[in-house]
Nanobody, 123 residues
Framework: QVQLVESGGGLVESGGSLTLSCACS????????MGWFRQAPGKEREFVAA????????YYADSVKGRFTISRDNRKNMVYLQMNSVELEDTAVYSC????????????????WGQGTQVTISS
């Protein structure tokens, strides 16, 4: 059974950096596109970033482009989200997702999801 577990969330000051990790177990990791989504209090869940199974193709939400970087290590079955120059608006629960083929920017169209990790940005 595929299981995704996020880690690395916490409290960070505006302008700072944070790296989130997501471990995939029970999957042939290299066959999955991976992505990150987030949900802020009182808001809809939104797409953040995605990465192809090869790691060669990435795409980002406009709101994080140039600040966040998604990467993966297929040997470790891990996907990461490096968050730089964080802003108050980045406060949310961040979840990773997996999908064979191409990651969908619509959360529910993917195959597997983690429980999420809280990221809180302070001023």
């Amino acid at each position: 059974q595929v299981q995704l577990v996020e880690s690395g969330g916490g409290l960070v000051e505006s302008g700072g950096s944070l790296t989130l990790s997501c471990a995939c177990s029970g999957c042939t990791f290299s066959r999955y596109a991976m992505g990150w989504f987030r949900q802020a209090p009182g808001k809809e869940r939104e797409f953040v970033a995605a990465l192809s199974w090869t790691g060669l193709s990435t795409y980002y939400a406009d709101s994080v482009k140039g600040r966040f970087t998604i990467s993966r290590d297929n040997r470790k079955n891990m996907v990461y989200l490096q968050m730089n120059s964080v802003e108050l608006e980045d406060t949310a629960v961040y979840s990773c997702a997996a999908k064979r083929g191409i990651m969908s920017t619509l959360y529910d169209e993917n195959e597997y999801w983690g429980q999420g990790t809280q990221v809180t940005i302070s001023s």
